[in-house]
């Protein structure tokens, strides 16, 4: 027996039923299919940890202000000659100790040389200092630790217990003996040591950062389809293990800083005739009373430099560590 005609219309203003649901999914697949998703649904291809890390960044003002002052100190590093026209070099020693006059705005140190030229000159040996032992300490943490963590075994082992030795050496009693020996002016002595006594840390961090990358489950399944350990460490592992890496040398460079400014105070890093923050707060602690400009000048810049790599590296961290999300 025929069942009764139903009009659509008594259907759709009904109580409900299997014939209503079937009727809106025919009405929902007959939609045009170039309709765009409902609003507040996902648009695009979701962002990588990178380009997330970056939409973090910068909407961060610690990393806006941070940056905005190593990218001056970048430029200053590279053109002094851009804010100081003067010569850090040349002395006058009738304003020997003097303060600050028109032209000379931080006054003059012992010599009679500018205080202002010489800290705006000061920074490109702190920055030197800075960006090549950092780059130095990573690239050579890096790959002594990502090898022993991806490997293991003895070479693993022999690692860590070198990394021991290193880490048990004082670093300002290894700074003034190694370096006291070394007659060279330039800035590539102290960022040899510091690259030596700086590579253990960011090899723990590295190696840490393989060993957990390697027992993920798409470096299980890149190894049973038959991809070599060079492509295995090379695609998948480092791409995902150098975020720790990246966090750890960005704060590690402003304590590079530092250091080098240590070093040159206690007269065993930089040496004249080379234009270095250190050097110059080292040969004005003794005049602190009678000409306080000589030390605050200097010792500030130097402040500032570190504290804002610092605050880098803290904004850096947070934007890359999924768990301070």
């Known amino acids: 027996m025929p069942e009764p005609y139903v009009p659509k219309e008594a259907i759709t203003h009904g109580d409900g039923g299997t014939a209503a649901l079937a009727i ?16 507040g649904a996902p648009t695009g291809k979701p962002r990588s940890l990178w380009s997330d890390a970056w939409h973090d960044l910068i ?45 000379h705005p931080f006054g003059f140190d012992t010599q009679g040389r500018d205080v202002y030229t010489r800290v705006v000159y000061g920074a490109r040996a702190s920055i030197t200092v800075g960006v090549c032992a950092t780059a130095g300490a990573a690239l050579l943490g890096s790959l002594l630790g990502g090898l022993a963590g991806f ?4 070479g693993d082992t022999l690692l860590s217990r070198l990394a021991d030795i290193f880490f048990g050496i004082p670093v300002i009693l290894g700074g003034l003996v190694f370096l006291s020996v070394v007659v060279s002016s330039t800035v ?14 960011i090899s723990r961090i590295a190696r840490g950062a393989v060993v957990t990358a390697k027992q993920n489950d798409y470096v299980q399944a890149a ?36 250091l080098e400014a240590t070093l040159s105070y206690l007269g065993a890093g ?4 080379t234009v270095s923050w250190g050097i110059d ?45």
């Not at 590539?188 to 840390?201: A, S, T």
């Not at 791409?239 to 590079?256: D, H, K, R, S």
């Not at 930089?270 to 005739?273: D, E, N, Q, V």
């Open 24 to 39: 809106g999914e025919a009405e929902s697949l007959e939609r045009a299919p170039s309709a765009g998703p409902p609003d």
């Open 59 to 103: 909407r961060n003002p610690v990393f806006v202000i941070s940056g905005l002052v190593i990218l001056f100190l970048v430029i200053i590093a590279i053109w002094p000659q851009l804010i100081a026209d003067g010569n850090p070099y040349k002395a006058d020693l009738a304003k020997a100790q003097e303060g600050a006059e028109p032209g």
């Open 151 to 154: 490997f293991g075994g003895l």
């Open 188 to 201: 590539w002595p102290v960022v040899g040591f510091i690259v030596l006594l700086g590579w253990p840390q």
């Open 223 to 258: 190894r049973a389809l038959g991809a070599g350990n060079g492509r295995i460490l090379l695609r998948h592992i480092a791409p995902n293990a150098v975020a720790p890496v990246i966090v750890v040398a960005t704060i590690a460079l402003g304590t590079y800083i530092a």
């Open 270 to 273: 930089l040496k004249p005739p």
């Open 281 to 325: 707060i080292s040969a004005a602690s003794t005049f602190i009373r009678n000409a306080p400009h000589m030390l605050l000048w200097p010792a500030g810049a130097l402040s500032i430099t570190v504290l804002a790599f610092i605050m880098l590296g803290d904004a850096v961290r947070d934007a890359l560590d999924p768990k301070l999300r």
